[in-house]
């Protein structure tokens, strides 16, 4: 008897999920595609591009909300078994409030490690895929930065051509080995600037240890310089938030290509932020499992679904601004960015174990 009810609540339960689960998939669809149609209306794409694009993005977006997907579908499962009385059957054949909540919150927890280890580095795949395509059809693409496995390299137009800079090196608002391109409007090759480092905490970039090699002359000209400034349109801040995205990075990528991502120019800071929050994400759906059967488990009472729904849409929205208002503090340094990542599932954890104790008495 025992095998058979734990089938039925597996069973149930991953259907509930599935069928959650479509349904934020299908509005995501439908409202990126309207987003992707008018990003490209006045580009030339095909009929089919606003399509992939939303293919590629969704997956990412729904691993996201993927902790509210958990919540939704346990408390439409929680709500259902309770309201046909299966609950109560349950209950009577020794399956206690407790080791329900226990068996859905494992389910949650080892689907939590699944994706992370099987499904997001696809996922990121797709995302990268996504920001490649997507940036053909970019208003700003004369504009372009980028890291790769040789360092940072950049595109800039200026007023009279343009600036190509590459760095082996990006770290602390400082780039190292850097080769500067000056070209004319012809795209004809100026000058070309060599720097051991440069500073680019504002628009005037520091660069230290100049060779300034004059190339449109009768002659090459070299100049050697100890310092030497240009301006240009990126700051570090400004190249920190055009990859804040770490969407295109997977799980298995952060933990085994951690330290060459950072040798390559990736913000430590973001970079520990991703990481962590990966790493949380199946005990986030643990105890967001656990929020919904306190929700609904307090009593074997039949009652209104709508309660359940504004009550969840509440809740929801607090943890949302508590995830939101935690990173902001380890971003700004008022707490360790760690602590910071983790201080949402310790707080509803701990507020999740008192109210498991108590219906568990129940």
């Known amino acids: 008897m025992h095998r058979i009810l734990l089938n039925y609540l597996l069973s149930n339960y991953l259907k509930s999920l599935v069928k959650v689960f479509l349904f934020f998939y299908s509005f995501g669809i439908i409202l990126n595609l309207f987003e992707e149609i008018e990003f490209l209306k006045n580009v030339e794409a095909s009929f089919f591009t606003p399509i992939l694009l939303t293919i590629l ?32 059957t349950m209950k009577i054949f020794g399956y206690s409030n407790f080791k329900i909540f226990l068996v859905l919150s494992l389910v949650s927890f080892l689907l939590g490690w699944i994706i992370l280890f099987f499904v997001n580095p696809l996922t990121s795949t797709m995302s990268k895929y996504y ?38 090196k990006y770290n602390n608002e400082n780039l190292y ?6 070209f004319g409007k012809n795209f004809k090759l100026k000058e070309k600037i060599f720097s051991k480092s440069v500073s680019i905490k504002t628009n005037d ?13 009768i002659d090459k000209k070299t100049i050697e310089l100890q310092n030497h400034s240009i301006n240009s349109i990126y700051t570090h801040d400004k190249i920190m938030n055009l990859f804040k995205n770490f969407e295109t990075l997977s799980f298995i990528d952060l933990l085994i290509n951690f330290d060459d991502l950072i040798y390559q120019g990736y913000n430590k800071i973001f970079l520990k932020q991703s990481l962590h929050s990966m790493l949380s994400m199946p005990f986030f759906l643990f105890i967001m499992t656990s929020l919904s059967s306190i929700l609904v488990m307090h009593t074997l009472k039949k009652s ?32 360790p960015l760690t602590l910071a990542t983790w201080t949402p599932v310790i707080v509803i954890g701990l507020f999740s174990s008192i109210g498991i104790l108590q219906i568990n008495e129940k």
């Open 131 to 168: 920001e490649k395509t997507k940036s053909k059809y970019s208003r700003d693409i004369d504009h372009l930065v980028t890291f790769n496995n040789n360092g940072l390299w950049i595109r800039e137009n200026l007023d009279e051509g343009s600036r190509i800079i590459t760095a082996s």
């Open 177 to 182: 080995d850097v080769q500067i391109y000056n």
């Open 57 to 88: 993005f969704i997956p990412g977006m729904i691993i996201n909300l993927l902790p509210f997907i958990i919540f939704v579908a346990s408390t439409k499962f929680l709500v259902d078994i309770r309201n046909n009385k299966d609950l109560l």
């Open 205 to 217: 970039w520091q660069l230290n240890d100049v060779l300034i090699v004059k190339i449109n002359t």
């Open 304 to 335: 209104n679904n709508m309660k359940f729904v504004f009550a969840g849409i509440i809740l929801c929205v607090i943890i949302y601004y508590l995830k939101d208002l935690s990173v902001a503090l380890g971003q700004t340094n008022r707490i």
